[in-house]
Structure formats: structure tokens, C-alpha cells
């Protein structure tokens, strides 16, 4: 038999085997970023903060701002009962480019008037996430109105558009942001939840420094990218004024709400499962199983009686069977149970056989006059044992199908 040798395979006609749903599986996951904590004194070396408890301290701090932007943030103590209202704002934070003020104006007698004059003031930009709320509220406790406030969830919608989807009113949080733009994340924490109306730490001067301080950082670069499109966007997008508790387009009186008229959402989220299950779905339980929860063995399947109607899924058998009696027992020459002395001899009679109709109820006759067994009525066993002669007690009337036609015959034994 000749002896072939096989031509080598060329660089052309090798090709790549696809990799198949196993290599993938067992391929390592990549592991989630890990960012680093977000200071202010490492982003800012020469910012100072000040911690001010003095309404006059705090017009003083505030006179000798000069920047036309702000990091502003609000704090107060939360409330953990629920239906219980919301306690007033405790912390004003404002952050420049060289000075951070945590203004502690729950340990004041009176709202700094510098501060009211700040905030109101149209030409400066007060930027942070989802500040309509804090907004409200500062109006709602102190009675403070603010103008040219940026929300910067609102804001990173608008000129990156490619990164966010989803709905344009959903806030974007903070330390989100601070992740995707500066690649550092925000210390989230207990410090959060603490008591803002008693003097602060040293944690939570740091933390309160930092979210306002992260704020103006975030305004700064994405301000930048707002420069650069084109067309430029319009302010009314993701700025307003508050005015009495009221949101307001920028220096109008038009009532102001979270709208982009350019802004693509993206396709829409899947929609969520089901919750309700078929009725094939549900386990053969017991009753008491089923409404307590608890597993419970499978009901019996029984076959079902001739006489059961058909339209009843799963009835049990049953026979054709006379309304029950009120009296325990109406075998004749039954002696009854009674504590009392020679109640015992009573005898309790039934009536005559009775016949019955097709549902297995006794056919009735003409009841007995009421005054028939009236004059009759029994004495009571209390004095003694009754008189000779038969007694005729009444059956109980009205309490069911087939009662109260036939009385019932007493007679005295001996």
C-alpha cells in the first residue's frame, strides 16, 4: 500500500475555532472597579474650610466670597419614625474654589441675612444633585428663597447624552457622577444618617466638605463639555429658581420642570415578569395550608358521588341523607342524661317513619296546631318527676330544612 505524506496546512487555511459556551463559562469574571475615596484636601490643597456656629461670623465668610459658583448642599437631622414630619434643615454648605462654609444655622438665633442675600442672588450658580427638594425645604424651615440653581444629574443628561439613558427627570447620585468623571467615589456611610443638630466632628466637617465640594468640581468639568456643543444648551434644561416654595424658569414667572426636548432616553427597559401565576401552576394544598403558607400534603382525590352536582370540581362524595335533629338521639327507648333525679326515666320516642323526597330530605306533613301541644307544655324537672300521660315538647322551629312540623312525644316510664 503506498505511504501518502500530508501537505502542511498554509497560514490561509487555518481558522480560528469559535469558543464555545464552556470556554466562556469558565473564563474569569472581571472584578469590580475599585475607586478611591474622594477628598476635597487631596483635590484641593489649598482650600480652607471653616466651620461657623455665629450668624455674624457667617456674614462676615460670606461677604469675602468672590466666585460666581458654588457647591451647595443641604443636611438635617433624619427622622426614623415613620409618618412622623421631616425636622428642619440643621447644615448650609457652600464651596468655592479656594473656601469650603458649613454654616451650622441650627445653633442660630436668626437666618444669616448675607446667607438669604447669597442664595437669592441670581448671578451666582448654585450647583448639586437633586437640589429641588433641598430647595423646598430651606423656603418651608427658614423661609429662604434660592435663584440659578443647577441640578447636575440634570445637567450630565444633557451634554452627555451617550453615557445616561433612562428617563430624564431620574436622578443621577453624587458619587455615581464622581465615578464617572473623576474616577473617585464619595464615602458613604453612617456618618450620612448621624445627628446634623449637635456640633460636628471632625467626620462629619469631612463629609459634609466633601459632597459640596464635589459638586463644584462636577459643575466646572461638565460646564466644559457644555461649552463645546453645538448648539449650546439652554439653561432653562437643567437650571431654575425657587420662589416661595415654587419652582420657576430662570429670571421668569413660568412655572419650571425637567425638560429636554433633544434628549434620547434609549429603547425602553424589558418589561417585568409576571407576578401572577396560572391557576395549573398552583400546588394541590390544603386550606389551611395554603392561607397560613405552610406546605401541607396534597388533598385526597375521591371519586364523586352520583347525586353530586357536576359543576362542583372536586366535591367530596356524599350520600343522600335527613336534616340532623336538634335531640342527640332518636333511637327508640333512648334513655336521656340528665342530672337531675329521675330524669333519667324519660324515654324519647321518634316520630313515625317519614318518607323522602330525592334530595334525601323527609317529607313533611301538616304540622300540629300550636295550641295542641301548648296546654301540654311539660312542668319542670325541678319539682319532680312529671305527671302520668304522654307530654309533647316542641321541636326546635326555624333552625333548618325539614324541622318544626312534627313535635316530639315524651312518656314517662312505669
Excluded at 375521591?302 to 367530596?316: Q, T
Amino acid at each position: 500500500m503506498p505511504f501518502f505524506e500530508p501537505s502542511p496546512l498554509s497560514s490561509d487555511m487555518l481558522v480560528p475555532t469559535p469558543p464555545t459556551s464552556d470556554d466562556l463559562s469558565n473564563q474569569p469574571e472581571e472584578p469590580p472597579r475599585v475607586y478611591d475615596i474622594y477628598s476635597y484636601a487631596n483635590k484641593s490643597p489649598s482650600t480652607r474650610l471653616i466651620y461657623i456656629q455665629n450668624a455674624a461670623t457667617a456674614d462676615v465668610a460670606i461677604s469675602q466670597l468672590k466666585s460666581k459658583v458654588l457647591g451647595f448642599d443641604l443636611e438635617w437631622r433624619p427622622n426614623f419614625v415613620k409618618g412622623n414630619p421631616e425636622n428642619p434643615v440643621a447644615l448650609v454648605q457652600l464651596a468655592s474654589e479656594d473656601t469650603i462654609l458649613l454654616i451650622h444655622v441650627s445653633f442660630m438665633q436668626a437666618f444669616p441675612e448675607r446667607l438669604r442675600e447669597l442664595l437669592l442672588d441670581p448671578t451666582i450658580v448654585k450647583a448639586g444633585v437633586g437640589i429641588q427638594k433641598d430647595c423646598k425645604k430651606l423656603w418651608a424651615d427658614h423661609g429662604v428663597d434660592t435663584r440659578n440653581c443647577v441640578d447636575l444629574s440634570l445637567l450630565a443628561r444633557t451634554v452627555d447624552n451617550a453615557r445616561w439613558k433612562g428617563k430624564y427627570a431620574n436622578p443621577i447620585g453624587l458619587s455615581r457622577l464622581c465615578e464617572a468623571y473623576e474616577e473617585l467615589t464619595l464615602n458613604k456611610g453612617r456618618v450620612q444618617t448621624s445627628n446634623w443638630e449637635k456640633p460636628l466632628d471632625l467626620r462629619q466637617q469631612e463629609y459634609a466638605a466633601n459632597d459640596c465640594h464635589a459638586g463644584l468640581v462636577l459643575y466646572k468639568r461638565l460646564a466644559e463639555m457644555a461649552a463645546v456643543m453645538s448648539p449650546t444648551p439652554h439653561r432653562v434644561w437643567y437650571s431654575f429658581d425657587t420662589i416661595s416654595g415654587m419652582l420657576y424658569q430662570p429670571s421668569s414667572g413660568v412655572l419650571w420642570h425637567p425638560f429636554n426636548p433633544y434628549y434620547d432616553p434609549g429603547p425602553p427597559p424589558p418589561p417585568k415578569p409576571s407576578k401572577m401565576v396560572g391557576i395549573d401552576e398552583f400546588p394541590q394544598r390544603s386550606i389551611r395550608g395554603f392561607r397560613f403558607g405552610r406546605s401541607s400534603r396534597s388533598l385526597p382525590e375521591r371519586p364523586l358521588s352520583p347525586n353530586a352536582p357536576s359543576f362542583v370540581p372536586g366535591a367530596k362524595e356524599h350520600s343522600p341523607s335527613p336534616s340532623p335533629s336538634p335531640v342527640p338521639s332518636l333511637r327508640t327507648g333512648h334513655r336521656s342524661h340528665s342530672p337531675f333525679p329521675h330524669a333519667n326515666d324519660v324515654v324519647i320516642t321518634a316520630p313515625p317513619m317519614l318518607s323522602a323526597d330525592a334530595d334525601g330530605f323527609p317529607r313533611l306533613g301538616k304540622p300540629v296546631p300550636r295550641s295542641a301541644w301548648q296546654q301540654q307544655r311539660p312542668r319542670s324537672f325541678r319539682g319532680g318527676v312529671p305527671g302520668p300521660g304522654p307530654v309533647h315538647i316542641p321541636a326546635a322551629r326555624g333552625r333548618g330544612r325539614g324541622r318544626g312540623g312534627y313535635p316530639i312525644a315524651v312518656a314517662p316510664t312505669g
